[in-house]
Every structure is written in structure tokens, then in C-alpha cells.
């Protein structure tokens, strides 16, 4: 298999290159969110309105788009954000919130497929029920274990042409022709408030500065998130103090101790 870069190396340049991130995400992830690129050492920007999305995709590092608190008028917004992005060949990330719940949603994401996204990361049931599978979920947390996602993102990668990611208890990354499981994070994790769709944004900070490898970024933005939960639960109480804990962490992670931390099984 091609080599997946050491996430140390490319935290390194991540923190260098200090990419600006243009997160489309929903209105409950928005705080964290840029508290978490902040953190990593990106730089977000939530700037989703239709007259002015396009324009400044162009000159972001990357995209990402969450359809989380969808709407008509922000859904015009991530398509113009997206036709920006391609147009200047900047990765974008797409985070398919629910995208099985309400006929909108599937519309919705079905037209931003379209559009080809670079990344697409989810829980395991919004990845096998965008494959095509039948999901045990009525909601935006996972009802399936990230094992059964697995030959669901194989074909969806496959068929997109594009990295996805699952993420959850282990996380799960392919190209449809690479793959790669990760071990980490808290089961505090999911008690937070929007974390996930934290972790959409940082896999858009890692790809800004490595957007020819969207493979080797996803799976360094994951290593990354993995690490820093362990780290932050072992002094935690509670959800409450794992949440500012959770973001010192992400911020006091050198590229040292995430490549000697990170537990990465290459398949």
C-alpha cells in the first residue's frame, strides 16, 4: 500500500502553515468548532451565506460542510462554498449529519455528493446508509458499530473517488484502496457537545496543508483527535471538565508524542 505519513510530521505542517478553514457547520457545533482549530493550530472562519460562501472558498485552505441545521438558504451557501473550492482546487470535507432522517436531507446530500467532495466523514451508520445499506439510526448519533461500516466505505469510496472516514469507539479511514483502523479517544467523547462535527473541521485544517494526500491529512486529523481524548480523560470528572480539558490537550500535543502515541493498524 502507498505510505500514510507519520501525523506527527503533518501536525508539524499543519501548525506551520496555520491554514484558514472555512467551516459550513451547524449552529451547535459553531463555538467548539473554531475553540478546536484554534486549539489544533488552524484558523476557522464560519462563513456560510450564499453572497459571499463562493468567493471565499476561493481563497481558503479548505472547506467543510456539516448539514446539521440545514436550510434552504445555507444550502445554497454550501453549494456555492463548494463551486469556490473547486474552482481554486482546495479539498472539501463533507459531514452528512443525518442525511437519512427527512426526505430534504437526502435531497440535499444527494446534490452535494454530486459534487464531489474530497472527504467525507460520518458515523458508521450515516456512511452504510449512504452507501446504500439499511442503517439501524432514527437520529444524529450512530446506532451501529464502526465494524459494520467498513465494506460500506470501502464502496463508497470506491464509487466517489475520495477519502471517508468513520468515526467512532475505533475510527475507520479508506480510499477504497488503502485502509487504515485508529484506537484512542474517550468514551467522554460523545457526551460532548458536537465533537464530531469538530473533528469534520479539523480533517479540513489537515487537508488544507496536504491536499494532495487527503488520505495520509484524514487520518493524521483522527490520530490527532484520538490522542488528545486520552489525554483529557485521564484527568477528567465528568464530561464537563473532559470538554476544556479536551482542548488543552489538542493544543499541548507535540508532533513527538502524537507519532509515538497514535495507534494506527495499517490493512
Request: glycine content about 10%; charged content about 20%.
Amino acid at each position: 500500500m502507498n505510505e500514510i505519513k507519520s501525523p506527527g510530521n503533518l501536525l508539524r505542517e499543519m501548525r506551520e502553515a496555520a491554514p484558514l478553514v472555512q467551516c459550513i457547520t451547524n449552529y451547535v457545533a459553531m463555538n467548539i468548532a473554531a475553540n478546536v482549530l484554534l486549539a489544533a493550530g488552524a484558523s476557522p472562519a464560519m462563513v456560510h451565506a450564499e453572497e459571499e460562501a463562493g468567493e471565499f472558498a476561493g481563497f481558503a485552505g479548505a472547506l467543510t460542510v456539516n448539514i446539521g441545521t440545514a436550510s434552504p438558504q445555507w444550502i445554497a451557501g454550501m453549494k456555492a462554498a463548494v463551486g469556490g473550492a473547486t474552482a481554486a482546487r482546495r479539498p472539501w470535507v463533507l459531514d452528512p449529519v443525518a442525511h437519512f432522517a427527512t426526505a430534504y436531507r437526502r435531497k440535499a446530500t444527494a446534490e452535494l455528493l454530486a459534487l464531489a467532495p474530497t472527504v467525507i466523514r460520518g458515523n458508521a451508520s450515516e456512511i452504510i446508509s449512504l452507501a446504500g445499506g439499511t442503517s439501524s439510526a432514527k437520529g444524529v448519533d450512530s446506532r451501529d458499530p464502526v465494524e459494520l461500516a467498513e465494506e460500506a466505505a470501502n464502496e463508497l469510496a470506491e464509487r466517489q473517488v475520495c477519502v471517508v472516514a468513520v468515526t467512532g469507539a475505533t475510527d475507520f479511514v479508506t480510499d477504497g484502496r488503502h485502509a487504515v483502523r485508529l484506537s484512542g479517544g474517550s468514551v467522554l467523547m460523545p457526551k460532548v457537545t458536537a465533537l464530531g462535527c469538530s473533528l469534520t473541521c479539523l480533517v479540513g485544517a489537515y487537508a488544507a496543508s496536504r491536499p494532495e494526500d487527503p488520505l495520509s491529512a484524514t487520518v493524521a486529523a483522527l490520530a490527532h483527535f484520538a490522542v488528545a481524548g486520552e489525554r483529557a480523560a485521564s484527568g477528567s470528572d465528568g464530561p464537563g471538565s473532559f470538554g476544556w480539558r479536551f482542548i488543552d490537550a489538542l493544543a499541548a500535543l507535540t508532533p513527538e508524542a502524537l507519532n509515538g502515541e497514535a495507534r494506527i493498524e495499517r490493512l
